[in-house]
């Protein structure tokens, strides 16, 4: 953040307020209004944030215009066809790329916190087998606080920096004993031997009954997948982290609140709500009904997997799943799988209708990313469990930050009052 020294003026009541501008290094300026409302005793109003900047952070970076997504200034089409997983953790946590010493080193400490304690295995048994997986994890994670005693200690840089860790192993964990656990099969250990991804996905689908062989090339699709969803900037679950640990809240406690507000069908939720719609609209003639619903503003059908608050071009994660869904589904012969043909279908149909461009409407990052998790084998209800597992490295990194910079004080929103004034209690009696 520079301070340009350029100010704004602010004409209220007969009184000129200056307020200072801040110049990022890329993106729009941003007007700092912090002292506001000690000097001139307003708030401002911005319901949604749609023009409020929460913070400064050096992380990660959007351009809607342009459809553009940067990591640390990486572009994700980059890192999704040139990196893996892990890397874009160690670059997301830690600002660069790691030489290849650094990255052994992060990946075996990765690597060696994949198991969670044993205990844990009881206390998944407390859930009712038909939960929702979401549901189990937000309560599994929320409970690592009382596993991992040793790095809920904001304050010490070592504490926090197991607490990363061990999230970013044990998510894949926990994820996939939720799954487990929901289909009645008994718990998989991870495998140290299998990178990531790979590891993940012996954990959902293997059984001790049998010997189970992990595909590199679904391992590699996977593995993609866990990269287009690492991290976006400030959206509403990293912001439901942030605000959580600005009341000095343990990391653990934290990312349980951030998969909660990641649930919600408006944000990683849409990934399950677009496959379903998809079987809904289930044929490509039936397209045109589902698109009139999507533009009648007395129904409250919205396209799953389409529209998003910064990209107004493009999402540049829909370009890469796109082709990935092509590649996957080729691999295992289903080509010509119906669920893809609607869904191209009916991204051509939107994408040249007049409500969609005038919205500025494009398929988002769910809207392929269902159809390549069905084709691998998962049930819609593990589609945001992925998502949350991916985003993990995301709202830690966002934490870390959070907590590193001394600016930090407790989130306070205010709020514009429409309620009644100052009345007198009424006697039961007398209402
Ligand atoms: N289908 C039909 N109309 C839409 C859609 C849609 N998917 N999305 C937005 N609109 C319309 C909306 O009705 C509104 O029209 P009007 O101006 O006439 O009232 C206009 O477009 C602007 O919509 P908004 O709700 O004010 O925009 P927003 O920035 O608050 O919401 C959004 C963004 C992603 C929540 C919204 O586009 C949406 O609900 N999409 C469907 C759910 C979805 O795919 N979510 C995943 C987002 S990307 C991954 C993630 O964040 O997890």
């Known amino acids: 953040m520079t301070d340009t020294k350029k100010t704004a003026q602010l004409s209220l009541n007969g009184e000129t307020y200056e307020l200072p501008i801040f110049s990022p290094t890329t993106g729009p300026d941003v007007l700092d209004i912090r002292k506001l409302y000690g000097q001139a005793g307003v ?4 319901p949604g944030f749609t023009s409020t900047a929460s913070c400064d952070s050096t992380i990660t970076y959007i351009d809607g215009g342009k459809g553009e997504l940067l990591h640390r200034g990486y572009p994700i089409d980059q890192l999704a066809s040139k990196s893996h997983h892990l890397e874009v953790c160690y670059l997301l946590l830690y600002g660069e790329l790691p030489t290849a010493a650094q990255l052994e080193d992060f990946e075996t400490r990765v690597t060696r916190h994949t198991m969670v304690h044993e205990q844990m295995h009881n206390f998944f048994r407390g859930f009712r087998r038909d939960a929702h ?8 994670v929320g409970a690592m606080s009382a596993f991992y005693h040793d790095s809920t200690d904001i304050n010490d840089p070592w504490q926090r920096e197991v607490a990363a860790i061990r999230l970013i192993a044990k998510l894949p964990t926990i994820a996939a004993m939720a799954y487990k656990y929901s289909i009645g099969q008994p718990f998989v250990y991870p495998r140290n031997d299998l990178d990531y991804a790979a590891n993940f996905l012996h954990m959902c689908f293997s059984v001790p009954a049998e010997e189970y062989h992990v595909d590199p090339i679904l391992a ?24 959580a640990s600005s009341s000095g809240a343990n990391p653990f406690a934290c990312i349980a609140a951030g998969i909660a507000c990641l649930w919600g069908p408006a944000h990683g939720g849409a990934n399950q709500a677009c496959l379903e719609m998809l079987k809904e609209i289930g044929s490509v003639d039936r397209i045109p009904e589902f698109i009139e619903r999507a533009k009648d503003k007395n129904d409250p059908f919205r396209l799953m997997g389409f ?5 107004k071009n493009t999402d540049p994660r829909a370009k890469v799943l796109k082709q990935s869904a092509d590649e996957v589904l080729e691999l295992l012969g289903v080509e010509d799988n119906p669920l893809l043909q609607v869904a191209k279908e009916l991204e051509r149909t939107a994408l040249n209708d007049e409500y969609f461009i005038e919205k500025k409407l494009f398929p988002n990052v769910d809207f392929y990313s269902g159809i390549i998790l069905e084709a691998m084998g998962f049930p819609t209800s593990m589609f945001t469990p992925i998502f949350a597992l991916s985003r993990t490295v995301g709202w830690i990194s966002q934490w870390k930050e959070m907590i590193a910079d001394p600016q930090n004080k407790i989130g306070r929103p205010r709020q514009l009052y429409l309620g009644e004034t100052a009345r007198d209690y009424i006697d039961i009696e007398s209402r």
């Open 307 to 311: 529209g998003h608050r910064v990209y």
């Open 220 to 243: 590699r699709a996977m593995d993609r997948i866990f990269i287009l969803h690492a991290d976006h900037e400030q959206n509403a679950s990293t912001s439901t982290v942030r605000l």
């Open 133 to 140: 997986p979401m549901a189990t994890l937000v309560g599994v």
């Open 43 to 46: 708030f401002t109003y911005d």
